[in-house]
T-cell receptor, first 116, second 117 residues
Framework: DTGVSQDPRHKITKRGQNVTFRCDPI?????LYWYRQTLGQGPEFLTY????????KSRLLSDRFSAERPKGSFSTLEIQRTEQGDSAMYLC??????????????FGNGTRLTVT | AQTVTQSQPEMSVQEAETVTLSCTYD???????LFWYKQPPSRQMILVIR??????QNATENRFSVNFQKAAKSFSLKISDSQLGDAAMYFC??????????????FGKGTLLTVNP
């Protein structure tokens, strides 16, 4: 069990540029989640996948955001035309099935995005 | 909508002492899950302890225990014999057990715990 891995750890970009983050969940986990965490706040749900299907998107996820999990394994989160308000830590998490008492979320280290 | 409130933005404790972090939540559900997560500086979020709402017995994991008061919608975390490695941001989280949102954890804003040597 190598855990949930995210790449890159840090990303600095200029406003207006596109960025893409990658998440590799724990291998046997079929559910994958993206959360966003801003300074002084707890993580906020963005979207989740069951296998390759994206089943829910938060209203926080504007049209500039898109997430994919094409083969039901790794996932990418792309932000187009970045804005300074997009600066945050983007956390990926996975679980074996539906999150429950016995199937908690396992988080990655996150990707810290800074938009200048 | 469920909300989770952590009223203590920061707490400090002396090494080897005991500290309690507070959490309250708002829900109309009768069955749900509650979690405490720990996030050390620049490190990943780690599950500390979990509780099912229908279980009256408070969960315990080594030095960590909870005081779950369902009627009061309170879920506090007690850390006994605090260690320097306990220093972190602690998040309380709520999960609805069933229905269309049983995949979405709702987190509080966190409590930053400092452990003084």
């Amino acid at each position: 069990d190598t855990g949930v891995s995210q790449d890159p750890r840090h990303k600095i970009t200029k406003r207006g540029q596109n960025v893409t983050f990658r998440c590799d969940p724990i291998s046997e986990h079929n559910r994958l989640y993206w959360y966003r965490q801003t300074l002084g706040q707890g993580p906020e749900f963005l979207t989740y996948f069951q296998n390759e299907a994206q089943l829910e998107k938060s209203r926080l996820l504007s049209d500039r955001f898109s997430a994919e999990r094409p083969k039901g394994s790794f996932s990418t989160l792309e932000i187009q035309r970045t804005e300074q308000g997009d600066s945050a830590m983007y956390l990926c998490a996975s679980s074996l099935k539906g999150v429950s008492h016995n199937s908690p979320l396992h988080f990655g280290n996150g990707t810290r995005l800074t938009v200048t | 909508a469920q909300t989770v409130t952590q009223s203590q933005p920061e707490m400090s404790v002396q090494e080897a002492e005991t500290v309690t972090l507070s959490c309250t939540y708002d829900t109309s559900e009768s069955d749900y899950y509650l979690f405490w997560y720990k996030q050390p500086p620049s490190r990943q979020m780690i599950l500390v302890i979990r509780q099912e709402a229908y279980k009256q017995q408070n969960a315990t994991e080594n030095r960590f225990s909870v005081n779950f008061q369902k009627a009061a919608k309170s879920f506090s975390l007690k850390i006994s014999d605090s260690q320097l490695g306990d220093a972190a941001m602690y998040f309380c989280a709520y999960l609805r057990k069933s229905g269309g949102s049983n995949y979405k954890l709702t987190f509080g804003k966190g409590t930053l715990l400092t452990v003084n040597p």
